[in-house]
């Protein structure tokens, strides 16, 4: 599957494709906006070449001083764009409002955002997939499923700092404030996959906060919804997948994926001896990445103890859920250090 | 305007090799005339105090917000500033207001005597008010009454061990009262009326300094007892109940939480951060007095004090910064550099005295006085 | 010390004092005589100096920042590095440059020539200003070495709160409170100039415009820095003492802290602009020989622009959740601002129409400054627009918009003024032609960088990207091609500039034509300016001013 976003868009369209019933309002609006300013632009830089040229300084040639006022021109040129504006002003607060009231009976998706990655949590309990990105930075991202011509809305939290969620597309925006719930709704009304983007600054990864939305008819959403629920029963694919879906891939390293920092690497770790930044050693065993899961601060390796701090995961993760990390872990034990 | 006019035109005539022979020394170069001069330097102050005005307004504004979201936490904390304390203060400061305007008046009539004598009283009403304030920051401390993170009032209990606070606040206006003394013996060994005039008020202020501290004790000492008597209940229950609510904090004050946008059920325990816990809430709910186990802790008492130590704190460094130039006029004073024309460093510091006494005015009910 | 100088106001025989051989600049000599000068031309000449390597400084990370982004991923950076490097060209080109560079540069050299007094009111005051802002300048320089601030210029809690680079937040929230002093002392020195010590016959409407420009902005810096200082001194405190005020974790509230910050930094968009659109009222009138168009009314919207401008600030929260009434009452506050904005564009054209328009460096920058400027505020429709804020809010556009106005605006103005105060600074004439190249090459590169953005930016490319989609890559190359242009082309400014110092001919006492005061002083000015009250005329009466050959400068007929 390919989600590159420049496959869905002729790559210099000033706008990219709308796919919510907001789209409508704001491109015409921002049209709108934009002749106007074409108006006043091109007159404004005519006169301004004309003037140039025609009252240059040159011998036998000098200008009339007189023209220093005219009130019928001032007043013109202060109450036109005074009109116009009230216009956009107008047409921009209405639109608004319309995005602000968020109509009953909407698809509520929990979004939790934290350093440096999203996470989706639909009406059942289920969680998101996480899915390989050709061509992108990001090697793998979130997919959040949502059907088509519905009324969703997001109900949104942070772990840590601010953020904010983006989707181009559906030319929606709302930041994200932890301490407080911030909602955002939108109605879809085209099929497709679409870019999510974190537009207040975070941090190190900040540009590597993004997932992909796909919008799909009503039944293939109700097969995403329950698949959502689904964990592999193989524990070393179902740690797999938690090392994706828990966001261990946006700051450790494991095989060939996921970032390379600012958290250390898996590869080849399991069974030695790592030191830590107090100066002593510990085994990487099961109960020391146990521990590092539940109290990362607990034990930082050494040269990640001002690192960014990992959260920690106690009450997130059950039992069988970090054993089959661990397992994960393990099956790294002779992969060599990729990279950093 | 028309003063300024009429003066240039005398002093067009000078122009040439020597401009400045008709400038007095108090008058600065660039000035035309003494009225010049005290215009711009006045307008300069207001303009300054605009400026603090502006400055303590950001505290005001967080005052008010986080009041408006708390009103119990601010009631409850407000409890343990000692009212009488506060209203001594608020006595001594508009005390030193009458005597710093009673300076300006002398500045201008030339009683060098009386200036020094005014100044030297305004600064001494400082130190006692920065003596009193050391005591009730000290007990406050002492109490783990501290600002956001480090408040642990609920795990000390009332009582806290001695710590030693107020030694430590003491102990710089210790040393300086030392040096002022030696200063003053100095002064009067070797006879100099101007050393003697200086010395004189320093020394004063540094003594009254330890006479507020004595004041605030017997005053704070008093209160205890009171608070024993009859008031006894009301800080020891917060203090044994709450050990155990510290390790879940959150959970205690969700239930306190409702959600300005009227939202469906939230899948997850919303954080005791949330906004907007509208302040109804509490209102409604009969009494003030039930919400004090949440209350009591880091989260919610902590902001309280944060508020309090930022504002009288940038408040008292505003006093110490009034005593420096106090002091500096003492010295002006003391050489007799003002008469009728030139009274403006005291007139100015007047009105920043003025402005920072005013600020106590508005700081004392706020904090002090809420219940 | 007495000055050897005539009172301008007497009978001019051109060709003996337009050359002085006894100036403010050799007025007295050494190292101390610079650094504790009480001379307002002198912490003039010292701020320019200093703006214009705080220039350089946030340039260099500029080029650091588009080269970085030449590639989608993979730049020559870390994400950690590309995030110091971005807020240090943020905070050093806000707080450092752009901030300082008209009023405290420009305008302390003007300020009183312009006016007619000998100095500000206050010039011990003005020099501590100086060294305040030396002071910020080395606690940004310590940020900026110890260890990384990775905050963005805006020190949003809570990362400013929980980031790792403690030291660096606080050494620049520190810079940031003493550079505040420094701006709030400037501007207290100059509304109390103004206000008290204008000389005989200098009424308020026969004020300069620049000095309406700088009045108004001082009234900004005096009433929205104080605001500033408190939120970053909480801000430190947060650090220090954890007091939890903006930390959602002691119940305190990040939206707040957004709020007491662009109280002050939206007003400070307008210290920015407003004396940038002070010295194109000068350019303008100048270079085209002809009174400024409508007076009253640009004087009158530069105060709007001020009491307007403290009542936008909400919408920089757009997107932050608040109520919708508050945030439709933003949205309609702000676009009162345009339209000041807008009378004065069309009152610099007026200014053109059946004027004598020489063609010179400060003049094509005054042009340039027009229309970028003007594209600057049309984009700035969009944005204050709520519907289509909610798509443009964080992106590129918003980028590109204030770069247009900032950088399009002050920056090429303040270039202009330089440029166009350079002889009577100095005393020396710079090379026009490639000085005119200079803003040619400056013009290209500047709309070939951010004009690309604006398409980035509607295409929903978001800001503070270290890494971006492999589909925006073309644009982004070209900005960043644009980017080395314009670096090219104010390197070549600064050249011509450094070279007039060295074999630039003498400057004449009025070069350009000019009817304001600083004109009927020789270049460069005498120490006190004035020996005695100049006589003060309507500033933009060109009727009796001609060119004479004979001395190679313009003289006042009599």
Known sequence: ?340 | MTAIQETHSTTDHHHGDDHHHDHPSWLAHHFDDAEQQYDSGKLGMWLFLVTEVLFFSGMFCAYALYRNRNPEVFEFCSSFLNEKLGAINTGVLLFSSLTMAWAVRAAQLRQHQLLVGMLGATLGCAAIFLGVKSVEYSHKWELGLLPGKFYVAQLEGHHGPHKGYLEMLCAVPALITFLLAAYAVYAWATKSIFHQRVAGPLLTAGICFFGGVLLGQYLEAQEEASKSHGGHHEHHAMAQGHVDHDSHEHAAASDTHTHDHGAPAVPEVSPAVAMGGSPDVYVASEEVNTPKAEVNQRSMAGLFFSIYYCMTGVHAIHILGGMLVISWLIIKAAREEFHEQYFGPVDNVGLYWHLVDFIWIYLFPLLYLIT | MSVVDRPIASPVSPEADSYPTHHFLNHSKGFLSWALTLDHKRIGLMYLVGVMASFALGGLFALMIRIHLWNFKDGWLSNQTYNQVFTLHGAIMVFLFIIPSVPAALGNFLLPIMLGTKDVAFPRLNLSSFYLWVTGLVLFLTALSVTGLDTGWTFYTPYSIETSQGGAVLAATFGVFVLGFSSIFTGLNFIVTINTMRPPGMTWFRMPLFLWAVYATSIIQVLATPVLGITVLLLSAERLLGIGIFDPKLNGDPVTFQHFFWFYSHPAVYIMILPAMGIISELMSVHCHKGIFGYRMIAYSSIAIALFGFLVWGHHMFTSGMADVTAVVFSALTFTVSIPSAIKVFNWLGTMYQGTVSLNTPMLYALAFIFLFTIGGLTGLPLGALSTDMHFHDTYFVVAHFHYVMMGGTLVAFLGGVFHWWPKMTGRMFNDKLGMVSAIIVFIGFNMTFLPQFVLGSRGMPRRYATYLPEFQPLHQLSTIGSLTLGAGLFLALVVLLLSLVNGKKAPRNPWGGATLEWMCSSPPPHDNFSSAPTVGDPYDFSDIEYDGRVGSYVKRS
């Open chain 1, 1 to 340: 599957m390919n989600f590159i976003l420049a496959d869905k868009v002729q790559p210099y369209a000033w706008f990219p494709d709308g796919a919510s019933s907001f789209v409508p309002q704001v491109d015409f609006l921002f049209t709108v906006i934009m002749w106007i300013c074409v108006l006043f632009f091109v007159p404004i830089v005519i006169a301004m070449g004309y003037f140039m040229w025609a009252f240059r300084e040159r011998p036998g040639y000098r200008g009339s001083p007189e023209a220093l006022h005219n009130n019928l021109i001032e007043i013109t040129w202060t109450v036109v764009p005074t009109i116009i504006v009230v216009w956009i002003f107008w047409e921009g607060a209405m639109g608004y409002l319309d995005m602000s009231r968020i109509p009953k009976g909407t698809i509520d998706v929990n979004v939790t955002a934290k350093k440096w990655q999203w996470a989706f949590k639909y009406d059942n309990g289920g969680e998101h997939e996480v899915a390989a990105v050709e061509g992108s930075v990001v090697k793998e991202l979130p997919i959040l499923v949502l059907p088509v011509d519905r009324d969703i809305k997001m109900i949104m939290r942070s772990d840590d700092v601010l953020h904010s969620f983006y989707i181009p597309a559906f030319r929606a925006k709302r930041d994200v404030v932890p301490g407080r719930y911030n909602y955002l709704w939108f109605h879809t009304t085209k099929e497709g996959t679409y870019d999510l983007f974190c537009t207040e600054y975070c941090g190190d990864n900040h540009s590597q906060m993004l997932a992909k939305v796909k919008v799909v008819s009503e039944a293939e959403y109700q097969k995403a919804l329950a698949k959502a629920i689904q964990e592999p029963e193989d524990p070393l694919e179902r740690g797999k997948l938690l090392y994706k879906r828990q966001g261990c891939s946006t700051c450790h390293n494991a095989g060939a994926e996921g970032a390379s920092g600012p958290g250390p690497s898996y590869n080849g770790s399991w069974g030695k001896k790592v030191a830590l930044e107090n100066g002593s050693e510990v085994d990487f065993d099961e109960n020391y990445v146990r521990e590092s899961i539940l109290n990362p601060q607990a034990k930082a390796r050494k040269g990640y103890g001002k690192a960014s701090p990992m959260n920690s995961y106690a009450g997130k993760l059950k039992d069988e859920q970090i054993d089959a990390l661990i397992t994960f872990i393990k099956s790294l034990e002779n992969t060599a250090a990729a990279g950093k």
